[in-house]
């Protein structure tokens, strides 16, 4: 295949990927290399620039335009990769989500390993396993020929003959070293202990038999306790809330005033791009003045439940940066030139939000405990840029979430300790509960 053909499959598969017109780009396919005609695509897309400011991504690119013709070289470079992916399902992404890249690296390889002989093609196992991956989750058959890929059935009997052979393997194994034990007059407390790497039903069974072996030998005194096998520790701990659940989109502030039954309270119309804009009652009246906010850009969650704050109802959650001690608090700035609605990207963290948040799930309150300015005021997730398609959002100071009733737990503020409610202060803090979250109150 042409290098020509090449670069237009490339352009098919990524602008499909990206929801873009790919006619816009084929004019570009004779007069640019690959990184060229990559970086292009990428700058068009909503999401284009934090993927061009990401060292793996441009590491990748560069990989595909380098990727060589000659055969000897090339079957080396395959090898390479090959060892790479042994370990990986995808080149770059999470678990089984393919990223743009692994798009980009599959259309150029795609005319080189579907003429490869049979024998190479088992040298490279890894290889075939990933590019069988992207051809199905990247739903890619109108653009490349299918690359054929042998695949083991799946014989269920066969493998639970086998599990039942390496649990009975397991069992007696337990049972020899118990006898062992027994021999050299050690006391019961050493055959617990010969014993407790076996968790669950394999422990109970094995026990057992150690049990009646030692009857078998006469000594009446030393006995197994159960209780001295330790149980298989149940506690798990909670799953990590991804952060892609989140709709973060950036507003304008068309309207604020005050609250009118609360002090500390303001009331903000944003919009988002909705047809109707929305209302958003947020803890910034002792830190912002309405006029102040009045045609300014903001950061907010959108798909938090809506709830009432004070009688209000608030129908979104606005991001703000404070510094450690909450003296400064203002709302978290997209850059200039950023769209009113467009969502803001997380890379590596790309995926569908929900619908609505669930608040007695406290995915936000676990969300927030990673959100963080670096070092030169960007707004981050784990050190991960917040970009939009004019650049990243900025401040100074730790990003923390406004309030909005209806997904915390606290209390709506009155001016007021928790001591009105019967409690004290815990640790020097009005809201203990917020130690991590930092909720502007």
Known sequence: MSLTRTKQNLVAALCRRLSLDGKRFYDEVDKCD????????????????????????????SFAEKFPVDSETCSGVLDGLNEELAHKSVILGHGFRLSEVDLIVFSVLHSTVIGLSRPHVEKLPHIFRWMDCVQCKGDLHEIFERIPVDKAEFDPAVWVSLLKTLAKVHINSCAKDAVEVLKSDTSAKDIATATKSVDGPLAEKSSKKVTDMKKVEGDKDAVVDKKNIPEKDTAAKDDEVPVHILNIQVGLIRKAWKHPSADSLLVEEIDVGETKARQVVSGLAKYCIPDELMNRHVVLITNVKPGKLRDVVSEGLVLCASNEDHSVVEPLLPPEGARVGERVQISGHEGKPEDVLNPKKKQLEKITLHLYTDDKGVATYKGITFMTSAGPCEKRTIMVPAPHMGNTDLPPEDGHSWRKYGQKDIHGRKFPRSEHLHWIM
């Open 34 to 61: 690959v990184k060229e005609l990559c970086m292009t695509i990428l700058k068009a897309s909503e999401k284009g620039e934090s993927l061009r400011q990401n060292e793996e991504v441009i590491k990748w690119i």
